[in-house]
């Protein structure tokens, strides 16, 4: 590695809530210099930072990005040169559609240290708060994480060949695709009343859930004026909402078993 350059910590800050971070990664922001951080990410978290850190936001939106990421791993580097300790503050897990490959790539390539702490990743984390579990017994022995919105010019997804692949599909950046997605999936096979849950700002205290199916989720999103950032769980685990959503919601910290 390169003695001249500082290293890079690419830190996953989990789905949202600002209590699913990992104590690792609050250490590391603690003694960082310098925090780039994403969208998605919980600004509550910065709180953590030394009053010394510089904070970038380099975050992204649907066709609306602070910096092409071509251009972010090359910023990564260069506050990397500093002789500084940088985190690179993503949302979720870095290496779950969080594009961590990428920035690594780049760091490999100039001979900056880094290292990758693992972070809850929304596909998880954003069902179960609303009471979805990702895999059930008798219900559900397969999830598939998929992301809805592929690079451009890459068409990779096989939603037909995915119907019947897994039972439960977790798709992420799906909302704009929503439609078609789902007349792909019916197309290869899968029920059109297979329940389907789009969930908007998942663990946060905004978080909001709608249910449809895939014959009737483009209506329901049209009527509703459903938009993203938002998850969309699909597979018969999201018929579990109604019955755990109301359990998770009636338990107290205080009343946590602790083993």
């Not at 895999?135 to 998929?146: L, Y």
């Amino acid at each position: 590695m390169n003695p001249n350059y500082g290293k890079v910590w690419l830190v996953g800050a989990g789905p949202g809530d600002a209590d699913l971070i990992s104590l690792k990664a609050v250490k590391l922001l603690k003694q960082a210099d310098i925090v780039l951080y994403d969208y998605l990410v919980n600004k509550e978290l910065l709180d953590y930072c030394p009053d010394a850190c510089e904070m970038v936001y380099v975050g992204k939106k649907k066709d609306k990005h602070t910096f092409p990421q071509e251009e972010l791993n090359e910023l990564i580097a260069h506050y990397a040169s500093k002789g500084q300790n940088i985190v690179r503050l993503k949302g979720g897990d870095p290496f779950v559609f969080g594009r961590g490959v990428e920035e690594i790539m780049t760091l490999i390539e100039y001979g900056i240290d880094y290292e990758v702490v693992p972070g809850i990743t929304s596909g998880v984390a954003v069902p179960a708060y609303m009471g979805i579990p990702v895999t059930a017994r008798h219900v559900a022995s397969s999830v598939t994480f998929v992301t809805g919105h592929p690079a451009k010019g890459n068409n990779s997804v096989d939603w037909q060949a995915l119907a019947k692949a897994s039972d439960t599909l977790v798709v992420y950046m799906g909302v704009s695709n929503a439609q078609r997605i789902a007349n792909e999936l019916i197309t290869g096979g899968k029920k059109e009343e297979t329940p389907v849950a789009l969930i908007r700002w998942g663990t946060y205290p905004q978080q909001e859930m709608l249910t449809a199916t895939l014959k009737t989720i483009g209506d329901v999103m049209e009527d509703k004026g459903f938009l993203p950032p938002a998850l969309m769980v699909i597979g018969e685990v999201v018929n579990f909402s109604e019955q755990l959503k109301p359990v998770i919601q009636s338990v107290k910290p205080q009343e946590l078993i602790h083993v």
